[in-house]
């Protein structure tokens, strides 16, 4: 991957996908197995928004090596599970009472849950846009 694919951008994405599947990863392990009864629907959903930023970041990581596809499609399966998720957790409260990663659009995370897939999104449309991109 040359220094061109290498952008700050692209290190940011990469640094907060990385960071992301670590805390909802962890988190969600943990309250899997020490509070599973409390709120099995939010936990889970948190384990899947982990593999979702994991495969996000791959999908970034792949995208700046030139074959772009495979990031469109988790960037929009991950900005649709962020508006899906966000949208049942104030629609039915009973699902949720502990949070998700994604409930409330990523609130407790300062909404980067909401804000990060659009962002790569945009990154993507930059980095094919400039001719890095062969697909």
Do not use: C, K
């Not at 998720?85 to 990523?106: E, H, K, N, Q």
């Amino acid at each position: 991957m040359s220094a061109a694919r290498r952008s700050g951008p692209h290190q940011v994405l990469l640094a907060l996908y990385a960071l992301f599947t670590l805390a909802a990863g962890a988190r969600s392990l943990v309250q899997l197995t020490t509070q599973y009864d409390e709120a099995p629907v939010a936990y889970w959903l948190s384990l899947g928004a982990a593999v979702t930023y994991a495969l996000g970041w791959y999908a970034i990581r792949t995208a700046a090596a030139g074959d772009t596809r495979f990031a469109s499609v988790m960037l929009w399966v991950e900005l649709g599970g962020v508006v899906t998720v966000g949208t049942l957790s104030l629609v039915v409260r009973d699902w949720f009472p502990d949070a998700s990663v994604w409930s409330d659009y990523g609130i407790g995370y300062g909404f980067v849950p909401a804000i990060l897939p659009v962002a790569g999104l945009l990154w993507l449309r930059r980095h094919s846009r400039s001719g890095l991109a062969r697909n």
